[in-house]
């Protein structure tokens, strides 16, 4: 049974640097074709996609965040890492995070964790 | 960026109508080994998005044959062949072929 979990800080100020794990079972991110993404989603509006990281420990980032992304894994505990870095009251959203298996995008998600950006 | 423009953006039907959900890709979404990255997925009310469709029209894994997705290059249409009350809720497609990834904004399906 593949299960994701979400977890973060629920708020922070401005400027800080937002931390997000991903907690999964199921399946092994050393599978290969295995991978994960990170997909946010501002309240009462859509989806947009984040990163991903692959199995080869391959990254791809969404350029509109520029370089304030890092995407990362630990395999030995099955997570994945999502870092934010110079957050603005733009990036709150709920944060979800979701497995890909192979051409199987975004097959199972986690609940989502929510994060509010605020003074 | 490819952008997907979904229509209609609100779909209102009865138990049992038969609907469609039209997205169109600004750019072909077919790649060079002849794959196209098209995604279908559902957003039941405070709920995850789950996954319906993938690579235009393979049902996902549990999801009832009533939903059935179709096209080809840049235009793509997912049905619902007799609305259930579950199936309310929004629904996205998304492209994986270009990077960055994006996705539709979405059709909101109401049950009358």
């Known amino acids: 049974q593949v299960t994701l979990k979400e977890s973060g800080p629920g708020i922070l100020q401005p400027s800080q640097t937002l931390s997000l794990t991903c907690t999964f079972s199921?399946?092994?991110?050393?599978?290969?074709?295995?991978?994960v993404g990170w997909i946010r989603q501002p309240s009462g509006k859509g989806l947009e996609w984040l990163a991903n990281i692959w199995w080869d420990d391959d990254k791809y980032y969404n350029p509109s965040l520029k370089n304030r992304l890092t995407i990362s894994k630990d395999t030995s505990n099955n997570q994945a890492f999502l870092k934010i870095t110079n957050v603005d009251t733009a990036d709150t959203a709920t944060y979800y995070c979701?497995?890909?298996?192979?051409?199987?995008?975004?097959?199972?998600w986690g609940q989502g964790v929510m994060v509010t950006v605020s003074s | 960026d490819v952008v997907l423009t979904q229509t209609p953006s609100t779909l209102s039907a009865t138990i049992g109508q038969s609907v469609s959900i039209s997205c169109r890709s600004s750019q072909s979404l077919l790649d060079s080994a002849g794959n196209t990255y098209l995604y279908w997925y559902l957003q039941r009310p405070g709920q995850s998005p789950q996954l319906l469709i993938y690579?235009?029209?393979n049902l996902g894994s549990g999801v009832p044959n009533r939903f059935s997705g179709s096209g080809s290059g840049t235009d793509f249409t997912l049905k619902i062949s007799g609305v259930e009350a579950e199936d309310l809720g929004v629904y996205y497609c998304?492209?994986?072929?270009?990077?960055?990834?994006?996705f539709g904004s979405g059709t909101k399906l109401e049950i009358k």
């Open positions: 979701a497995r890909i298996d192979s051409s199987h995008y975004f097959d199972y």
């Open positions: 998304m492209q994986a072929t270009h990077a960055p990834l994006t």
């Open positions: 690579l235009v029209s």
């Open positions: 199921g399946f092994s991110l050393s599978t290969y074709g295995m991978g």
